[in-house]
């Protein structure tokens, strides 16, 4: 099992938890509920008197109590979550590319007061980044195949991690916007 999806009381995903931090929260007594098949057992030391070895199950989604420290901003993004979100396909001549080959691309070029957020910015190719250079697409000639946006706090958890489990994709999939088609491969 990779990490885990830490969810607040309310049901929103906040964190991806290791889980030598989820196991912190099962000891402290902080879960609230949890879903999924339990997808990894922690061992622990013999029990000197029966000599049974403790265990704990670790569930791939849980809700937990109390304040959440260090909850995911839905501001900030690299470009492995932005290549992600446009399926590693480049947004102008719509090839499909590897992580290296393709680039960030303003789409109102930053020299035009554009702003890296979301919803100014789509993968490239290095071919079509380079040829547009300093325009928009329009003044390019180019269309966008897609328009960007910006996740929600489901999507963006989903782009945040590299391995996403069945359990956790089933949760985070109910939540998400409906803007592209989404995959956990």
């Known amino acids: 099992m990779g990490r885990v999806l ?4 309310a049901g929103t995903p906040t964190s991806w938890l290791s889980r030598e931090d989820a196991a912190l929260l099962y000891v402290k007594d902080l879960v609230l509920w949890e879903l999924g098949e339990k997808g990894f057992t922690m061992r622990g030391g013999l029990n000197r008197i029966s000599g049974e ?27 492995r979550m932005l290549f992600r979100r446009d ?7 719509g090839q499909q590319y ?12 930053r020299s035009r007061r554009g702003k890296d957020t979301w919803e100014n910015v789509v993968a490239a190719c290095r071919r079509c980044n380079h040829f547009k250079a300093d325009r928009t697409p329009e003044e390019a ?27 956790q994709m089933e949760y985070l999939e109910r939540q998400f916007s409906g803007k592209r088609i989404w995959s956990a491969a």
């Open 6 to 9: 830490r969810l607040d009381i």
């Open 53 to 79: 070895r403790s265990h704990l199950d670790i569930s791939p989604v849980i809700a937990t109590k109390g304040d959440i420290k260090g909850r995911r901003s839905l501001m900030g993004f690299n470009n």
């Open 87 to 93: 399926n590693y396909r480049c947004m102008y001549c």
């Open 98 to 109: 590897g992580h290296v080959n393709l680039t960030r691309d303003h789409v109102m070029p």
């Open 141 to 167: 000639g180019m269309a966008l195949l897609a328009v960007p946006f910006r996740p929600n706090i489901s999507e963006s958890m989903f782009l945040a991690q590299h391995k996403v489990l069945e359990d």
